[in-house]
């Protein structure tokens, strides 16, 4: 009997240190069950300490890799990282619309590096609210990006600063809504999800370790995969979310490198 794999495509940068980016997300596919397809839109220089250059590719780049592949292969589910730029950002959304079987999109908004090295300008932003977020099933910004997104001066803190973010971001077109909530004070990680106009709440303890490289990278990627196998998207941010914690406590005894090393995405295959 003939089996077909879940498939997913990864659109993103890559990061040849394999903590974050297409390395993480094809990892993260792999350790789920899933088929990793990927376009790369830009190729980073970057390690455990940072990221020191990033060169975006042109369109036709992005345009030629995606083509090729979706002529071939059915796609199950689309994750979308690292963009690029105002052109790539258009590019990618035509080539969404595109796609047979409205597969789910997970839109992971990286607007930088934890490092603090900017990544899009506010146009671009602009740009990626218009055209990318109408064809999510999901967006996952981190704490910092939510602010950015929703208009808001100041970082939100607390339930009710959490949850007015995430209706500002779903307002301006994003049809469900994951406020990651890693980069907040306490000893839990507590995430916001807005989905179907209500609010969901998924709280685990904060992993002791300086291992956190790529950690929103996998989120977003364990998402896809879960939603690709048939998950709703409750689901499988629940999924997901169980994924990088043991994902997180596995990678907290390995060193690697000088700064903040991976997840460690495939314990549960060594």
């Known amino acids: 009997m003939v089996q077909t794999y879940s498939t997913v495509l990864t659109i993103a940068g890559s990061d040849g240190s394999g903590g974050a980016g297409i390395q993480a997300d094809l990892k993260t596919f792999a350790a789920l069950g899933c088929y990793g397809l990927s376009v790369i839109t830009a190729i980073t220089s970057q390690n ?42 258009i590019t990618i959304a035509s080539l969404i619309r595109e796609l047979p079987g409205n597969p789910p999109v997970i839109l992971d908004t990286i607007l930088g590096s934890s490092g603090g090295k900017t990544f899009l300008t506010d146009k671009a932003i602009t740009v990626m609210r218009e055209e990318l977020f109408p064809l999510t099933a999901l967006v996952t910004p981190n704490l910092t990006e939510a602010a950015v997104l929703a208009g808001l001066e100041n970082i939100p803190g607390t339930i009710e600063e959490i949850e007015e973010a995430a209706a500002l971001i779903s307002v301006s077109g994003a049809s469900s809504v994951l406020v990651k909530g890693g980069h907040g004070t306490g000893t839990h990680c507590s995430d916001c999800l807005l989905w179907n106009g209500s609010f969901s709440w998924y709280s685990s303890e904060k992993i002791d370790t300086s291992n956190t490289h790529g950690t929103g990278c996998t989120l977003s990627s364990a998402i896809a995969a879960h939603m690709a196998k048939g998950s709703d998207c409750p689901q499988a941010v629940k999924q997901a979310k169980e994924y990088v914690t043991d994902a997180l406590k596995a990678g907290a005894a390995y060193r690697l490198g000088h700064g903040n090393g991976p997840l460690h995405h495939l314990f549960r295959l060594w």
């Open 48 to 89: 455990t300490m940072g990221v020191e250059e990033i060169m975006v590719l042109d369109p036709h780049s992005i345009v030629s890799q995606f083509g090729v592949i979706a002529a071939d292969i059915a796609i199950d589910a689309v994750k979308i990282g690292m963009t690029g730029s105002e052109e790539s950002i």
